[in-house]
C-alpha cells in the first residue's frame, strides 16, 4: 500500500527545489519539537520506526498542507495518545 509520502513516479507535485537551505530550522519552535522527539525516544516512549509510520500514516491532505516540523508535531502527539501519555484531544487547545 503506498503512503501520501511515497510520491516516486507521481506527476503534478511540481518541480523539486534542489537549493541547499543553510538554516536548519526558521523558527524557534521548530527546534523544540526536535528536542522533544529526541526525549521521548531516549526515554524510551517510543522508537524512530515507531514516529516514522506516524508521520507516514497522516491523512493525506494534512500531509501535503503540512510543513516538515508540523509533520514531526503531528506525529509526536498521535504517538502520545496512542502510548496513552496523554488522553484523547488533550493537546487540541
Not at 511540481?14 to 541547499?20: F, L, M, N
Not at 503540512?66 to 488522553?87: H, M
Amino acid at each position: 500500500m503506498a503512503r501520501i509520502n511515497d510520491v516516486g513516479g507521481m506527476q503534478g507535485f511540481g518541480a523539486v527545489d534542489t537549493a541547499d537551505d543553510a538554516e536548519p530550522f526558521h523558527a524557534d519552535w521548530e527546534v523544540r519539537v526536535l528536542g522533544i522527539l529526541n526525549a521521548l525516544r531516549d526515554q524510551g516512549v517510543f522508537n524512530t520506526d515507531e514516529f516514522r509510520d506516524a508521520i507516514e500514516s497522516l491523512p493525506p491532505a494534512e500531509y501535503l498542507a503540512t510543513s516538515y516540523y508540523e509533520r514531526w508535531f503531528k506525529a509526536i502527539c498521535a504517538l502520545l495518545e496512542r502510548k496513552g501519555v496523554i488522553g484523547p484531544g488533550e493537546l487540541d487547545d
